[in-house]
């Protein structure tokens, strides 16, 4: 199956931006993959953040979007807060399949 | 109030079976692809499973296929993974999540394989 890879870990500054990156083994992630990100805190499930791509369900905040950047998936947080301070995942839906990155551990410091 | 409960986990030996379960309320699972996912201590969130609307398209990832079996019974409102010969590798909580776009997740259950 394929790997999907993302950074380890990233650092943001409160208020600043970042890019979350989201990579496939396969080749250049379209959106025919249909990614997903996910954000985890310490003993918490996961909350869905963004799905096909680009899309934010009611709950995201609006600083969060998604996108294709560069032939991968990418999550970009503008205006990072505190609370922001998360795992992140991303999920890609091949033809059967699905396969989770990594993760990102992202800290606002 | 949506919900996903998931329950069944605890400690197994080597070598034994489990049965998780997954329970929706407030909303209705028949409509959704359900998936499995599981989270191994300190570690990454790893996709175990899902299966269609109706059951008839399931998948697994690779490393699991033949001992872990994912089924739902949307009479029941519920999703389950059958799972055998469990290995200590096993060891994680395990999350259902489904609903419009996985919009909902369960907060997991435990299974620890251990002797």
């Known amino acids: 199956q394929a790997v999907v890879t993302q950074e380890p870990s990233l650092t943001v500054s409160p208020g600043g931006t970042v890019t979350l990156t989201c990579g496939s083994s396969t080749g250049a992630v379209t959106s025919g993959h249909y990614a997903y990100w996910f954000q985890q805190k310490p003993g918490q499930a996961p909350r869905t953040l963004i799905y096909e791509t680009s899309n934010k369900h009611s709950w995201t905040p609006a600083r969060f979007s998604g996108s294709l950047l560069g032939g991968k998936a990418a999550l970009t947080l503008s205006g990072a807060q505190p609370e922001d301070e998360a795992e992140y995942y991303c999920?890609?839906?091949?033809?059967?399949?699905?396969?989770f990155g990594e993760g990102t551990k992202l800290t606002v410091l | 109030e949506v919900q996903l409960v998931e329950s069944g986990g605890g400690l197994v030996q080597p070598g034994g079976s489990l049965r998780l379960s997954c329970t929706a309320s407030?909303?209705?699972?028949?409509?959704?692809?359900m998936i499995w996912v599981r989270q191994a201590p300190g570690k990454g969130l790893e996709w175990v499973a899902n299966i269609k609307q109706d059951g008839s398209e399931k998948y697994y990832v690779d490393s699991l296929r033949g001992r872990f079996t994912i089924s739902r019974d949307n009479a029941k409102n519920s999703l389950y993974l059958q799972m055998n010969n469990l290995r200590g590798e096993d060891t994680a909580v395990y999350y259902c999540a489904s609903g419009d776009h996985l919009g909902y997740w369960g907060q997991g259950t435990l299974v620890t394989v251990s002797s």
């Open positions: 999920l890609l839906c091949y033809s059967g399949p699905w396969v």
């Open positions: 407030g909303f209705t699972l028949s409509s959704y692809w």
